[in-house]
């Protein structure tokens, strides 16, 4: 199992940037996908980007494609989640997770990080 570490939340302004990280324990697998999702206050948890660990494919939820980026660092088992032009809206808990299907459905991963709070004043 992968037992996996968020970080870099916080509360900032509609308008600032954050890069959330996520420390994998072990190298991710050749077929492992890497995945961020999000949930806020009341709602469900919902997908927000993806990424192939080889290869380096990227899926974005329309909420938050041009303003978020995704990409991994594999020498250092670390998954980042860069954040622009953050909106009020995109307050939540956001968690890391891996697995080793190409999806947007969270029930496919196996492996979930603690979450990290992001809280973007108006």
């Known amino acids: 199992q992968m037992k996996l570490v968020e970080s870099g939340g916080g509360s900032v302004q509609d308008g600032a940037s954050l890069r959330l990280s996520c420390a994998a324990s072990?190298?991710?697998?050749?077929?492992?996908?890497l995945a961020w999702f999000r949930q806020a206050p009341g709602k469900e948890r919902e997908f927000v980007a993806l990424?192939?660990?080889?290869?380096?494919?990227?899926l974005y939820s329309e909420s938050v494609k041009g303003r978020f980026t995704i990409s991994r660092d594999n020498p250092e088992n670390t998954l980042y989640l860069q954040m622009n032009n953050l909106k009020p809206e995109d307050t939540a808990v956001y968690y890391c997770?891996?697995?080793?299907?190409?999806?947007?459905?969270?029930?496919?991963?196996?492996?979930w990080g603690q979450g990290t709070q992001v809280t973007v004043a108006a």
């Open positions: 997770a891996h697995g080793t299907e190409y999806t947007t459905n969270q029930r496919a991963y196996d492996d």
């Open positions: 072990q190298r991710p697998f050749s077929r492992s996908v």
């Open positions: 990424i192939r660990s080889r290869g380096g494919s990227q």
